[in-house]
């Protein structure tokens, strides 16, 4: 989790540089009167790395990923819930009572 | 709905509490919300914490759906006292309830006083109405008492209002079935399954409905649903593969005149047969002989 976040701080910032070199770049261009034709090198790399470390936080800090199966082990159903709402009481366990002394203390 | 995770984890924590090992409300509180009937050991845990003054009062306000809880299952083990003492000490601190008051008319159920249950829920109807669960109630007060058409009655009444209530058209459902009124339970179950499609053993449980009342087009159905309830678990299910071993040897005895030739059937009967087989021999290799035999009668027997 820390180092999760620590390293979605640090891809958020090196994209955040990224933006600042290209302000700068543009601002050189316009100062020696050349034609816009591409970023920089450097630029693009930080744009990717950025990329890479950003999206490696947002998979990883949030939890982990459920399962969409329907047969997988957390989704598959293997019993129905007894109907507690309908449940009637003149069962066997009237012949059977709870061998069991123990009372409400209050 | 119990998921196989959930089911485990019910399991472990049931012989965690079992052997003494803690966690008690843990437990309890799985059981609550998985809805899972285990009434003696909510008594015997429930009661442990309930009597020690630390430990009910570390629950907070979280102790009164516990007095409720123990109340239900003391009165499905006949520990009628117990379940007073709950109640009394639930209708001290909630004088007006209806929630209370319904666990008193459940009371008297349990104690068989029907004539009295059944007025006391009508007066709670007059409250209100529309009340679910006491509407419920009412159904499972005709069944305790045999009169189950009268149960299928009030059922069918109370499904016209409340439609979405799939608990109540299950109940529907098990009761036809316990009556062999395969043709209505078949419509409770079709019911289930558009309400909730991906729940497999609804599935499983219509297209036993199905092979049940037989004939042709039924097994054919029956053999899609169990096919369908394949498909959901995962091949897990070793009933669903059982029922396709069934209805393909039933249809093979139904269509043998016509020679139609049914590749499709007999290569999913195998199919079946084989992950049946690898199912037995990973999880019980002794019953193995049994089953081989089983499934060559089936084989063999058009």
Redesign the interface.
């Known amino acids: 989790m820390g180092i999760g976040v620590v390293v979605g701080v640090l891809g958020v910032l090196i994209l955040f540089h990224a933006a600042y070199s290209t302000i700068q770049y543009r601002g050189l261009l316009k100062i020696m009167e050349e034609e816009f034709s591409g970023p920089p090198m450097n630029v693009v790399l930080e744009l990717l790395l950025g990329l890479v470390l950003s999206m490696w936080a947002g998979l990883t800090v949030p939890g982990n990923f459920l399962s969409i199966?329907?047969?997988?082990?957390?989704?598959?159903?293997?019993?129905?819930?007894?109907?507690?709402?309908?449940?009637?009481?003149?069962h066997r366990?009237?012949v059977f009572?709870?061998e069991?002394n123990?009372?409400?203390?209050? | 709905m119990v998921t196989k995770t959930e089911e485990t984890e019910l399991i472990s924590l049931e012989n965690q509490v079992d052997n003494g090992g803690g966690g008690a409300w843990e437990y309890l509180c799985l059981v609550r919300k998985l809805k899972v009937r285990r009434s003696e050991k909510v008594v015997k845990h429930g009661l442990s914490i309930l009597n020690d003054a630390k430990k009910r009062s570390s629950l907070g306000p979280d102790d009164w759906t516990l007095y409720e809880q123990v109340a239900v299952a003391a009165m499905d083990c006949q520990s009628l006292g117990v379940a007073k003492d709950c109640i009394k000490v639930l209708q001290k601190r909630f004088p007006e309830s209806k929630r209370v008051g319904r666990l008193e008319a459940m009371l008297l159920e349990a104690k068989g006083s029907w004539q009295e249950a059944e007025e006391a829920y009508a007066s709670l109807l007059e409250d209100n109405s529309l009340d679910q669960v006491i509407h419920k109630r009412k159904v499972a007060l005709a069944k305790a008492q045999g009169n189950i058409s009268g149960a299928i009655e009030s059922l069918n009444k109370y499904l016209e209002i409340f439609m979405a209530d799939h608990e109540a058209w299950r109940e529907l459902a098990e009761i036809y079935v316990s009556l062999q009124m395969y043709k209505q339970a078949a419509f409770c179950y079709e019911e289930l399954i558009l309400s909730q499609p991906t729940i497999p053993l609804y599935h499983l449980a219509y297209a036993d409905v199905l092979y049940t009342l037989g004939g042709l087009e039924n097994l054919q159905n029956a053999k899609k649903y169990y096919a369908s309830a394949i498909d959901l678990t995962g091949g897990k299910n070793t009933r669903a593969l059982f029922g396709i071993c069934l209805c393909s040897s039933a249809i093979a005895q139904l269509t043998k005149g016509k020679n139609r030739e049914d590749k499709e059937g007999s290569q999913l009967q195998s199919l079946a047969a084989i992950a049946l087989e690898k199912d037995y021999k990973q999880r019980a290799p002794g019953n193995l002989p049994l089953l081989t035999s089983a499934l060559r009668s089936l084989t063999l027997s058009p």
């Open positions: 199966h329907p047969d997988s082990e957390e989704n598959r159903i293997v019993s129905l819930p007894a109907n507690l709402d309908f449940m009637i009481f003149n366990g009237r009572p709870l069991m123990v009372k409400l203390k209050n």
